[in-house]
């Protein structure tokens, strides 16, 4: 797939939260600077989730954690990652399974690599560099505030809680 064509939305981490059906943590996007400021919600692993956590409230460990190896490794081989995008979704046993990439820069040529989305949006924030969604991913499964709005949520929060469950097995960790 030519992920350098697609049209892609900057987003920023809006928040963490558990699903209180799973116990599952999820990572709440929203959209930078957008009028829609549409949200997109992705299930992601307990380890992932306390690394974006401890990265946003600050918190310094005194031995490198495995995205901040990570960050290490790609300084010390003259690479740079100049950002991250979720760029497709699919569904598998009918749950959907977002798929991310990282771009890296490496002798003056960008390098696309695989990964989870909970591992690019670790690392993003660690490198400070921009976390983007492939338009048609927002657009199919994000939420805009005005429709939470619409449905009497004053919160983007309150979407977490109001999901039904079957929406909710859809998505894999």
């Not at 600077?33 to 299930?43: T, V």
């Not at 771009?103 to 921009?130: F, G, H, Y």
């Amino acid at each position: 797939m030519d992920t350098e064509k697609q049209t892609k939305t900057e987003v920023k981490v809006h928040f963490l939260s558990i699903d209180r059906g799973t116990g599952a943590p999820i990572v709440v996007l929203k959209e930078k600077e957008d009028s829609l400021n549409r949200i997109l919600l992705i299930w992601i692993g307990e380890s992932e989730a306390a690394a974006i956590q401890m990265h946003l409230e600050n918190v310094e460990l005194p031995r490198p954690m495995t995205h901040d190896l990570l960050k290490n490794m790609i300084q010390t081989l003259a690479a740079k990652v100049i950002n991250v995008c979720v760029h497709s979704v699919e569904q598998l046993n009918n749950r959907w399974t977002f798929y991310a990439h990282i771009t890296l820069e490496v002798n003056d040529k960008p390098i696309e690599v695989d990964c989870r989305p909970s591992d690019a949006i670790a690392l993003a924030l660690r490198c400070d560099v921009p976390i983007y969604i492939a338009e048609n991913v927002i657009a199919d499964h994000g939420f805009s505030e005005q429709e939470l709005e619409q449905g009497e949520q004053h919160d983007p929060k309150d979407v977490l809680e109001n999901l039904d469950d079957d929406t909710l097995k859809q998505y894999t960790v």
